[in-house]
């Protein structure tokens, strides 16, 4: 999956090239080409399809010259993950009705990739002989609001678990809670089930939305202008909201992967190499006095940079913008975005 905007990620991070298609981290692999290369390793080419939106679709082209043009899919507008899964399903099943899926995003960091690939076919292994509706699950540090949390019904010397209920996003006392019980697990958003499972779970729970989508044609020329007459009329609903919260029959394998779903600055922050006061910078051009804790990320990194008495900051300089705002606040990237946008001409720097 790979059709979001990433506006939290302003101003490296636009409309023209969100962040999927940025190398964040300095890797010299971009996000989406990183997750490609971790699921190659268990995946033929031939067999891994892209969702995004149809305006990155020569994009994605560009950075995975691996992979069928055929299996790069545009959606019309963005309908949230229930659309892009339902359409995806149809689409593998239309090509083999015996099919089993993993469901990536395209810009997370996965630290131990072997482990990873291990849960991964752990999970191809349950979903090809029962119904059931698989997601990883990550021991959560943090009361984070940003995630999703599953808590699971435990047993002895098992590699996986019944989820016991699923919560997408709950405010910060309920996450608490949460991680006082010892019981919940963060939603990575990876998920692996066989097409009929997810088909099925998409009749029982979305059957409206099951219904927009029976009737095209898949892997067909019409596709495309069915596609795109059936997207208006679907509901913008997450995958989590639609059919896991409600479904009885998820999974979850507990997986320890080094894994971040790089949602803010502060997470690259964090995942970042640090040197001298804990700063993180991409350039070798840089004199600090009085300053540690920040992330400083320059487009130019010939440029030379003098920074004095900044604690805790995002610093972001890019061909048509600079954001200085403190890491505190980086949930409020999303709001300068959408006041920026009220400018005379703003959607020039978006």
Sequence with gaps: ????????????????????????????????????????????????????????????????????????????????????????????????????????????????????LKKAELAFNLAEKNDYLITLGITPTRPDTGYGYIQFVEKDDSEYFKVKTFTEKPDLEIAQTFLDSGDFLWNAGIFVWSVKSILSAFE???????????????????????????????????????????????????????WSDLGTWTSIYENAEKGENQNSVNTKHIVTYN??????????????????????????DTEKALLICPRANDQLIKDYVQDLKTLKKGEKFL
Excluded at 291 to 300: A, V, Y
Aim: one cysteine or more; proline letters at 5%.
């Design 204 to 258: 029982g729970y979305l059957p409206e939305m099951s219904q927009n989508f029976e009737s095209c044609e898949y892997n067909s020329s019409s596709e495309e202008r069915c596609i795109d007459l059936i997207y208006p009329k679907v509901n913008k609903i997450s995958i989590d909201n639609g059919i896991l919260e409600k479904a009885k029959n998820v999974y979850v394998i507990p997986a320890d992967l080094g």
């Design 1 to 116: 999956m790979a059709g979001g905007i990433g506006s939290r990620f302003w101003p490296m991070s636009t409309q023209k090239y969100p962040k999927q298609f940025q190398d964040i981290l300095g890797t010299g692999r971009t996000m989406i080409q990183q997750t490609y290369d971790r699921i190659r390793k268990i995946i033929p080419a031939e067999n891994i399809y892209v969702i995004t939106n149809k305006e990155y679709i020569s994009l994605t082209e560009e950075q995975l010259p691996e992979i069928n043009p055929e299996n790069i899919v545009g959606e019309p507008m963005m309908k949230n993950t229930a659309a892009c899964n339902i359409y995806m399903a149809k689409k593998i099943a239309d090509k083999n009705a015996n099919a089993n899926i993993i469901v990536l995003p395209a810009d997370h960091l996965i630290l131990k990739e072997e482990t990873f």
């Design 291 to 316: 300053s540690k804790g920040n992330l400083i990320k320059l487009k130019n990194e010939n440029k030379a940079v003098v920074i004095d008495g900044l604690e805790n900051y995002i610093i972001v």
